[in-house]
T-cell receptor, first 120, second 113 residues
Framework: GAVVSQHPSWVICKSGTSVKIECRSL??????MFWYRQFPKQSLMLMAT?????????EQGVEKDKFLINHASLTLSTLTVTSAHPEDSSFYIC????????????????FGPGTRLTVT | EDQVTQSPEALRLQEGESSSLNCSYT??????LFWYRQDPGKGPEFLFT???AGEEKEKERLKATLTKKESFLHITAPKPEDSATYLC??????????????FGQGTILTVHP
């Protein structure tokens, strides 16, 4: 259980074009999805948090007009990199969080396999 | 400021040589501490979540423990297939964090046959 998929797994695009990356939770409903980027030999940096049916919350320093996030359903979130430039080349990873209630509220996060974006 | 620090940055072991990875944290309030394994070019794979000091969880050759200031990931008799980057992340309680994770820099584990 708790499988998250991403599509595409890798993409090469030309500078100035836009690229859309999909993140799907396959066997659970995700009220919250997260988008991270990871540069070589570095850890994951959170870009934004998206909740189904509402606007995404972006981390400080992340341009919301450049990285458009849509969380249209409980199983799908998309990240669109607009007017991509070579410095946007990175490994983009999404995670999905199934909301569970036990003794206290907590969130677990399951990650997708990542999307390698190369902008030429 | 919330901080997560992992040590060592890299660890080389011989097959069968047990060891521990450390994750120390300074946060305003801990909701949970997570351990993930990441192979090159792939997304993190969930290993454990720990919520309370004194809690322990095990999975095959891995055992995670938690205190009020740090967590350890113990690897018993490792095999070459345990080679990966191990990531520690904390989730802060309260506020508007919406469950976001703050990651440490990771420990690169290499197990030689």
């Amino acid at each position: 259980g708790a499988v998250v998929s991403q599509h595409p797994s890798w993409v090469i695009c030309k500078s100035g074009t836009s690229v859309k990356i999909e993140c799907r939770s396959l066997d659970f409903q995700a009220t919250t999805m997260f988008w991270y980027r990871q540069f070589p030999k570095q850890s994951l940096m959170l870009m934004a948090t998206s909740n189904e049916g509402s606007k995404a919350t972006y981390e400080q320093g992340v341009e919301k007009d450049k990285f458009l996030i849509n969380h249209a359903s409980l199983t799908l979130s998309t990240l669109t990199v607009t007017s991509a430039h070579p410095e946007d080349s990175s490994f983009y990873i999404c995670s999905a969080s199934p909301l569970r209630y036990r003794d206290r509220l907590f969130y677990e996060q399951y990650f997708g396999p990542g999307t390698r974006l190369t902008v030429t | 400021e919330d901080q997560v620090t992992q040590s060592p940055e890299a660890l080389r072991l011989q097959e069968g040589e047990s060891s521990s990875l450390n994750c120390s944290y300074t946060v305003s309030g801990l909701r949970g501490l997570f351990w993930y394994r990441q192979d090159p070019g792939k997304g993190p794979e969930f290993l454990f979540t720990l919520y309370s000091a004194g809690e322990e969880k095990e999975k095959e050759r891995l055992k995670a423990t938690l205190t009020k200031k740090e967590s350890f990931l113990h690897i018993t008799a490792p095999k070459p297939e345990d080679s990966a980057t191990y990531l520690c992340a904390v989730q802060i309680a309260g506020g508007t964090s919406y469950g976001k994770l703050t990651f440490g820099q990771g420990t690169i584990l290499t197990v030689h046959p």
